[in-house]
Protein backbone atom coordinates (compact mmCIF):
# COMPACT_ATOMS: atom_id res chain seq x y z
CA UNK A 1 0.00 0.00 0.00
CA UNK A 2 2.83 2.34 0.77
CA UNK A 3 4.55 1.50 -2.27
CA UNK A 4 1.32 2.31 -4.42
CA UNK A 5 1.49 6.08 -2.29
CA UNK A 6 4.62 6.36 -3.26
CA UNK A 7 4.44 5.69 -6.86
CA UNK A 8 1.66 7.74 -7.27
CA UNK A 9 3.36 10.74 -5.49
CA UNK A 10 5.92 9.99 -8.08
CA UNK A 11 3.79 9.63 -11.13
CA UNK A 12 2.02 13.00 -10.33
CA UNK A 13 4.97 14.79 -9.52
CA UNK A 14 6.41 14.04 -13.24
CA UNK A 15 3.44 14.68 -14.54
CA UNK A 16 3.23 18.68 -13.08
CA UNK A 17 6.85 18.67 -13.83
CA UNK A 18 6.06 17.90 -17.56
CA UNK A 19 3.27 20.14 -17.75
CA UNK A 20 4.92 23.38 -16.15
CA UNK A 21 7.85 22.69 -19.11
CA UNK A 22 5.24 22.30 -21.65
CA UNK A 23 3.95 25.84 -20.61
CA UNK A 24 7.61 27.35 -20.94
CA UNK A 25 8.10 25.88 -24.19
CA UNK A 26 4.29 26.84 -25.45
CA UNK A 27 5.82 30.45 -24.16
CA UNK A 28 9.07 30.26 -25.94
CA UNK A 29 7.08 28.94 -29.43
CA UNK A 30 4.71 31.88 -29.28
CA UNK A 31 7.52 34.29 -28.63
CA UNK A 32 9.17 32.85 -31.67
CA UNK A 33 5.71 32.42 -33.81
CA UNK A 34 5.65 36.64 -32.76
CA UNK A 35 9.18 37.50 -34.40
CA UNK A 36 9.16 35.43 -37.21
CA UNK A 37 5.86 36.78 -38.50
CA UNK A 38 6.83 40.26 -37.61
CA UNK A 39 10.50 39.54 -39.91
CA UNK A 40 8.23 37.81 -42.23
CA UNK A 41 6.14 41.28 -42.91
CA UNK A 42 8.96 42.66 -43.86
CA UNK A 43 10.16 40.76 -46.49
CA UNK A 44 8.72 40.59 -49.92
CA UNK A 45 8.14 37.96 -51.47
CA UNK A 46 9.73 37.04 -54.92
CA UNK A 47 6.59 35.42 -56.27
CA UNK A 48 3.82 37.62 -55.79
CA UNK A 49 6.03 40.47 -55.41
CA UNK A 50 3.47 43.15 -54.07
CA UNK A 51 2.92 41.20 -50.91
CA UNK A 52 5.21 40.16 -47.86
CA UNK A 53 6.12 36.10 -47.47
CA UNK A 54 3.66 36.19 -44.17
CA UNK A 55 0.57 37.44 -46.39
CA UNK A 56 1.84 35.16 -49.43
CA UNK A 57 0.46 31.39 -50.15
CA UNK A 58 3.18 30.63 -52.16
CA UNK A 59 5.33 27.65 -51.82
CA UNK A 60 8.20 29.78 -51.83
CA UNK A 61 7.20 32.56 -48.79
CA UNK A 62 6.49 29.22 -46.77
CA UNK A 63 10.08 28.08 -47.30
CA UNK A 64 11.01 31.48 -46.65
CA UNK A 65 9.43 31.57 -43.16
CA UNK A 66 10.53 28.39 -42.02
CA UNK A 67 13.76 29.84 -43.10
CA UNK A 68 13.32 32.58 -40.76
CA UNK A 69 12.05 30.79 -37.64
CA UNK A 70 14.49 28.38 -38.19
CA UNK A 71 17.15 31.36 -37.61
CA UNK A 72 15.82 33.41 -34.99
CA UNK A 73 15.53 29.60 -33.27
CA UNK A 74 19.75 29.00 -34.05
CA UNK A 75 19.75 32.15 -31.60
CA UNK A 76 20.41 35.05 -34.64
CA UNK A 77 18.98 38.65 -34.01
CA UNK A 78 16.14 40.40 -36.09
CA UNK A 79 18.66 42.29 -38.39
CA UNK A 80 20.98 39.13 -38.81
CA UNK A 81 17.93 37.62 -39.99
CA UNK A 82 16.63 40.30 -43.00
CA UNK A 83 20.57 40.77 -43.75
CA UNK A 84 20.61 36.93 -44.36
CA UNK A 85 17.98 37.73 -46.66
CA UNK A 86 19.68 40.97 -48.64
CA UNK A 87 22.89 39.10 -49.06
CA UNK A 88 20.98 36.19 -51.17
CA UNK A 89 18.02 38.76 -52.95
CA UNK A 90 19.37 42.13 -52.09
CA UNK A 91 17.96 45.23 -51.31
CA UNK A 92 14.86 44.49 -53.30
CA UNK A 93 13.80 42.04 -50.77
CA UNK A 94 13.36 44.69 -48.19
CA UNK A 95 9.33 45.97 -48.48
CA UNK A 96 10.72 49.29 -46.88
CA UNK A 97 14.63 49.58 -48.08
CA UNK A 98 16.93 51.65 -46.00
CA UNK A 99 17.00 55.17 -46.60
CA UNK A 100 20.23 55.77 -48.21
CA UNK A 101 21.96 55.82 -51.57
CA UNK A 102 19.33 55.86 -54.69
CA UNK A 103 16.73 54.51 -51.92
CA UNK A 104 16.78 58.36 -51.11
CA UNK A 105 15.55 59.18 -53.87
CA UNK A 106 12.08 56.98 -53.20
CA UNK A 107 11.73 58.87 -50.05
CA UNK A 108 12.28 62.34 -51.12
CA UNK A 109 10.93 61.87 -54.94
CA UNK A 110 7.27 62.05 -53.93
CA UNK A 111 7.67 65.63 -52.04
CA UNK A 112 9.99 67.25 -54.38
CA UNK A 113 7.57 66.09 -57.10
CA UNK A 114 4.72 67.81 -54.70
CA UNK A 115 6.24 70.78 -54.51
CA UNK A 116 6.79 71.01 -57.97
CA UNK A 117 3.35 70.88 -59.02
CA UNK A 118 2.77 73.58 -56.50
CA UNK A 119 4.76 75.40 -58.57
CA UNK A 120 3.71 74.84 -61.74
CA UNK A 121 0.12 75.65 -60.64
CA UNK A 122 1.24 78.84 -58.77
CA UNK A 123 2.79 80.66 -61.98
CA UNK A 124 -0.21 79.18 -63.95
CA UNK A 125 -2.54 81.23 -62.02
CA UNK A 126 0.13 83.74 -61.72
CA UNK A 127 -0.03 83.84 -65.65
CA UNK A 128 -3.81 83.77 -65.78
CA UNK A 129 -4.71 86.65 -63.62
CA UNK A 130 -2.39 88.90 -65.43
CA UNK A 131 -3.94 87.86 -68.84
CA UNK A 132 -7.31 88.67 -67.40
CA UNK A 133 -6.64 91.93 -66.61
CA UNK A 134 -5.11 92.79 -69.68
CA UNK A 135 -8.11 91.56 -71.58
CA UNK A 136 -10.50 93.76 -69.65
CA UNK A 137 -8.25 97.07 -70.52
CA UNK A 138 -8.13 97.91 -67.02
CA UNK A 139 -4.90 99.39 -66.88
CA UNK A 140 -2.34 98.64 -63.93
CA UNK A 141 -1.82 101.31 -61.55
CA UNK A 142 0.74 103.76 -62.07
CA UNK A 143 2.48 106.15 -59.25
CA UNK A 144 0.12 108.92 -60.49
CA UNK A 145 -3.16 107.40 -59.89
CA UNK A 146 -1.61 106.21 -56.05
CA UNK A 147 -0.76 110.20 -55.34
CA UNK A 148 -4.48 111.78 -56.49
Known sequence: MRFRRLVGLVGASLALAGSSL???TSANDSVLEARTRAISSLLRCPVCQGESI???PSELSAQMRDVVRDQLRAGRTDEEVKQYFVDRYGEWILLE??????NLLLYFAPVLLVGAGFVVVWRAVRRWSAGAATAT???PESTE???H
Open 22 to 24: GGQ
Open 145 to 147: SRE
Open 137 to 139: GTP
Open 54 to 56: QDS
Open 97 to 102: PKPRGA
